[in-house]
């Protein structure tokens, strides 16, 4: 299979490894063809019997990707089919519409709020951990939920698939950090069931390790993860998740990369914050009828926006 597929993991590009890891994708290219002999031998050894060959202590210097052409370079590969699987465009909306943003734990949860006519689902996909790739879906996977229930019953409901990336640990940038996460991100959503992918794979910065502190690094952080979900997958449509302080405050309305705004209280609210890239906000809470909530978060303009249940449910139909 292609490199980061179950069981194993991809070394973060652009560098060489200190040491072998169980369940790693590596590349054996070495500066000379020596290196290259001597790096295949060695890691085809480790991945077999867990340890360095007799004689054999540390790795030769290694060949990492680049990220330039070789001058004077031109492709010989003409013509490419790739069968991919994309997002519905019938899921695509030109107008204001609110889903329901929610904690499924199973299929059928999803099932009902599509029965209820929710047009679209937002949900959690993965949580940060403190080390690379700095997210990791939760145990249940919500996302397959989703993709299964869309399916299943054929709907056209629009999906927003939230990834929470921890902030990178000290001796890494917060770019990479977020390409790792993007990477990690992508690798996933390419082993969804069926044809359905989200419309938008939306990066919520948060988590473990210190946060970014200026405007730079935080959108240096949203663009790695961009640049690394597309590294995998170029059709999936990446976005970043903020409240109206951060979108304010590290200047993200800059960003050429579409927004999600986190707003709260619904009633009688309206955001503080406008900028051309907002998507849709994610507002909290709503309660039962939802109708007058759903109509508030309308009048703000945002073409995929959610509301959420105190409960983290789906509590009722949106009218």
């Known amino acids: 299979m292609a490199g980061g597929h179950t069981p194993f993991e991809l070394e973060p590009s652009g560098r060489g490894i200190a040491e072998a890891r169980a369940n790693y994708l590596v590349n054996a290219a070495g500066y000379t063809s020596l290196d290259s002999l001597t790096l295949a031998v060695m890691l085809a050894y480790y991945a077999v019997h ?115 990336v921890s902030w990178p640990q000290s001796g890494t940038t917060f770019y990479q950090a977020g390409y790792e996460g993007g ?11 069926g044809s359905r992918r989200p419309n938008f794979v939306i990066l919520d910065p948060e988590g473990y390790n210190s946060p970014a502190t200026t405007a730079a690094d935080f959108q240096s952080f949203i663009n790695g993860f961009a640049a690394g979900v597309q590294s995998v997958n170029s059709e999936l449509q ?44 994610i507002a909290y809470y709503a309660s039962c009828p939802a109708a007058s909530y759903v109509a508030q978060v309308k009048l703000w303009g945002g073409l995929y926006n959610t509301v959420q249940f105190p409960d983290s449910g789906v509590d009722c139909s949106p009218v």
């Open 50 to 164: 867990g340890t360095f060959p007799r004689g054999y202590t540390s790795l030769p210097q290694q060949e990492v990707p680049q990220s330039v052409c070789v001058r004077g370079a031109s492709p010989s590969v003409t013509t490419v089919a790739v069968n991919t699987t994309s997002i519905d465009p019938t899921s695509q909306v030109t107008a204001p519409s609110v889903g329901v943003y929610a904690s499924f734990t199973t299929e059928a949860e999803v099932m009902t709020a599509l029965q209820q006519g929710w047009p679209g689902i937002g949900v959690t996909a993965a949580l940060g951990t403190q080390t690379s790739p700095y997210t990791h879906t939760l145990a249940n996977q919500p996302d397959v939920l989703v993709a299964k229930a869309l399916a299943a019953s054929g709907s056209h409901a629009w999906w927003l698939s939230f990834w929470t």
């Open 183 to 193: 990477v990690y991100a992508a690798q996933q959503i390419a082993k969804y069931p």
């Open 238 to 281: 990446v976005a970043f998740y903020a409240n109206q302080w951060q979108y304010s405050t590290y200047q993200l309305a800059k960003l050429d990369i579409p927004a999600f705004i986190a707003i709260a209280p619904i009633a009688g609210n309206k955001p503080e914050v406008s900028g051309s890239n907002i998507k849709g906000y």
